[in-house]
Nanobody, 127 residues
Framework: QVELVESGGGLVQTGDSLRLSCVAS????????VAWFRQAPGKGREFVAA????????SYADSVKGRFTISKDNAENTGYLQMNNLKPEDTAIYYC????????????????????WGQGTQVTVSS
């Protein structure tokens, strides 16, 4: 079983940057893809970004392409989401999850493909 803990959220202004962290405990983090999803008030959880097990392949939602960068440090059992040029519509609770399957070369984007969600970290962007 892998446990995930997200951190790094906060209250920022439009155009600011934040870096979210997802620290994993357990032995399988280096074998699996990691993904970030977010959930805004009154909305469902949506895909943001994912990185393959070795970080070589990434996938992004259209709304964050060019602004967010996902990375994965297997030596540190940590996934990151660098968020630049933040917008008010990025306001949400951000969650990380790990892939149910190991060794996937191309990360998938479906919420059901991931598990071990952490408690989330709140990101609020003021206009």
């Amino acid at each position: 079983q892998v446990e995930l803990v997200e951190s790094g959220g906060g209250l920022v202004q439009t155009g600011d940057s934040l870096r979210l962290s997802c620290v994993a405990s357990g032995r399988t983090f280096d074998l699996t893809a990691v993904a970030w999803f977010r959930q805004a008030p009154g909305k469902g959880r949506e895909f943001v970004a994912a990185a393959s097990w070795n970080g070589a392949s990434t996938s992004y939602a259209d709304s964050v392409k060019g602004r967010f960068t996902i990375s994965k440090d297997n030596a540190e059992n940590t996934g990151y989401l660098q968020m630049n040029n933040l917008k008010p519509e990025d306001t949400a609770i951000y969650y990380c999850g790990i892939d149910r399957r190991n060794w996937r070369r191309t990360p998938v984007v479906g919420q059901d493909d991931y598990y071990s969600w952490g408690q989330g970290t709140q990101v609020t962007v003021s206009s």
